[in-house]
Nanobody, 124 residues
Framework: QVQLVESGGGLVQAGGSLRLSCAASGRTFSSYVMGWFRQAPGKEREFVAR????????YYADSVKGRFTISRDNAKNTVYLQMNSLKPEDTAVYYCAASATPFAYFVAGSYDYWGQGTQVTVSS
């Protein structure tokens, strides 16, 4: 079992920035592909970004490409999501996820462990 705890969400004005953090338990954090997903009310959970075990490969949803940056610090067992130029459409609960055996980084079913989520609200 892997425990994931997100933090850093909050209320921000459009055009502003937030940095989300996801702290992971365990001693094998570096063996997991990490992803961020988000879910708005009435919407499906959607892929946001993912990062490879050592941070050498990243992928982003088209909706956030160029605005969001995923990174990780394996020494701290933490993955981050830097969110810039935020839009009201980014409002959602953001979830951190981990996968030891990824097969499709952009689908939620590829991930084994999930955090509790952190609310991000972007006002206009």
């Amino acid at each position: 079992q892997v425990q994931l705890v997100e933090s850093g969400g909050g209320l921000v004005q459009a055009g502003g920035s937030l940095r989300l953090s996801c702290a992971a338990s365990g001693r094998t954090f570096s063996s997991y592909v990490m992803g961020w997903f988000r879910q708005a009310p009435g919407k499906e959970r959607e892929f946001v970004a993912r990062i490879s075990e050592s941070g050498g490969s990243t992928y982003y949803a088209d909706s956030v490409k160029g605005r969001f940056t995923i990174s990780r610090d394996n020494a701290k067992n933490t993955v981050y999501l830097q969110m810039n130029s935020l839009k009201p459409e980014d409002t959602a609960v953001y979830y951190c996820a981990a996968s030891a055996t990824p097969f499709a980084y952009f689908v939620a079913g590829s991930y084994d462990y999930w955090g509790q989520g952190t609310q991000v609200t972007v006002s206009s």
